[in-house]
């Protein structure tokens, strides 16, 4: 289950963090032993690529744009006619299928790319494991 260097090494841990709250050892020091110290800040943007502005993509959605607006007007128009309903429920799969291709090739040619440092979970360690 264990090997006995994760059990030293929890050990380890908790022998810091006990000298820590009695005030043996400051929470900088305690960052330097664990490898913890000088994190990322938090917010800091560690890679930001801009979108790719490409006139292909932008053709290609506008085309998504129109088949979009087709298959719309097609659903409504078969609405009112009484059309079956199978065919609707096709028509309309259709149009959610184009919007979400129009969203991804959105997203992926005109987003910037981002790369944030979050806030790390405390590591808890429990008194089952000391």
Do not use: C
């Not at 110290?37 to 938090?42: M, N, S, T, V």
């Not at 149009?95 to 040619?109: H, T």
């Amino acid at each position: 289950m264990w090997s006995y260097e994760e059990v030293v090494h929890i050990t380890e841990v908790n022998e810091i963090l006990e000298k820590v709250s009695k005030g043996e050892l400051t929470a900088e020091d305690a960052q330097k032993l664990m490898g913890t110290y000088k994190d990322e800040e938090l917010g800091k943007q560690l890679r930001n690529i801009p979108g790719k502005e490409q006139l292909e993509v932008f053709a290609i959605i506008l085309i998504f744009l129109v088949l979009e607006i087709m298959y719309d007007s097609l659903f409504i128009y078969g609405i009112l006619e009484g059309w079956d309903q199978q065919f609707l429920s096709f028509v309309l799969a259709m149009a959610f299928l184009i919007l979400g291709l129009m969203i991804d090739f959105y997203r992926r040619s005109f987003m910037p790319d981002i790369l944030e440092a979050k806030k790390r979970r405390r590591k808890v360690i429990t008194k089952l494991e000391r």
